[in-house]
């Protein structure tokens, strides 16, 4: 079986040798912690954030070492989508128990508080940059999760297994291909 790091890998793209972190402390604070090492709510920062980034960088736990954000791994992703300028966190998400075969394994923009992305069109930017794959996107402005990509016919008929129309057969076929082994909707 594969490891969520080799998945990220295989979805995303290497961690690109270019890119940095510099600044950005965005996961820190808005992503959920669950590991036997450490853990701690979404929207939290972490206790050991300081005014300065990580205040221990040097011995943070396993999580924090191998977990990057799409814009680290994404060379198409411009500087102004990295998470702090940007008001978006790209990142893979992992569902241990989805509801349907398009949260199991996903890509998942979410909306930061306080970010003008929608209004300013960059959001719709980096939609379209990643949703040219045969990978789910979801999109989280703070108040639902919508599924982006494969848009919502194809979506339709994947998870109803209803015969596709000509026009969207070979697309269906591809996700059914891809995620039939997930199985529909409960």
Request: hydrophobic residues 40%; proline residues 8%.
């Given at each position: 079986?594969?490891?969520?790091?080799?998945?990220?890998?295989?979805?995303?793209?290497?961690?690109?040798?270019?890119?940095?972190?510099?600044?950005?402390?965005?996961?820190?604070?808005?992503?959920?912690?669950?590991?036997?090492?450490?853990?701690?709510?979404?929207?939290?920062?972490?206790?050991?954030?300081?005014?300065?980034?990580?205040?221990?960088?040097?011995?943070?736990?396993?999580?924090?070492?191998?977990?990057?954000?799409?814009?680290?791994?994404?060379?198409?992703?411009?500087?102004?989508?990295?998470?702090?300028?940007?008001?978006?966190?790209?990142?893979?998400?992992?569902?241990?128990?989805?509801?349907?075969?398009?949260?199991?394994?996903?890509?998942?923009?979410?909306?930061?508080?306080?970010?003008?992305?929608?209004?300013?069109?960059?959001?719709g930017k980096v939609l379209d940059t990643l949703c040219d794959q045969l990978v789910p996107v979801w999109f989280s402005d703070g108040s639902?999760?919508?599924?982006?990509?494969?848009?919502?016919?194809?979506?339709?008929?994947?998870?109803?297994?209803?015969?596709?129309?000509?026009?969207?057969?070979?697309?269906?076929?591809?996700?059914?291909?891809?995620?039939?082994?997930?199985?529909?909707?409960?």
């Amino acid at each position: 079986m594969q490891t969520q790091a080799d998945l990220e890998t295989i979805l995303l793209g290497p961690v690109l040798a270019e890119r940095t972190c510099g600044d950005c402390t965005v996961c820190c604070t808005a992503l959920v912690v669950d590991t036997p090492e450490f853990a701690k709510p979404a929207g939290t920062p972490c206790v050991h954030l300081t005014g300065k980034g990580c205040g221990i960088h040097p011995v943070r736990p396993p999580i924090c070492r191998t977990w990057f954000c799409a814009w680290r791994r994404v060379a198409s992703l411009t500087e102004e989508t990295r998470p702090d300028r940007s008001g978006l966190l790209v990142s893979l998400n992992f569902v241990r128990e989805p509801q349907n075969c398009f949260e199991g394994v996903s890509i998942n923009i979410r909306v930061l508080a306080g970010s003008d992305a929608i209004a300013t069109g960059l959001a719709g930017k980096v939609l379209d940059t990643l949703c040219d794959q045969l990978v789910p996107v979801w999109f989280s402005d703070g108040s639902k999760k919508m599924l982006m990509h494969p848009d919502k016919d194809v979506a339709h008929f994947v998870l109803t297994g209803d015969p596709a129309p000509p026009n969207l057969a070979d697309e269906v076929a591809a996700w059914r291909d891809r995620y039939g082994v997930f199985g529909g909707s409960d």
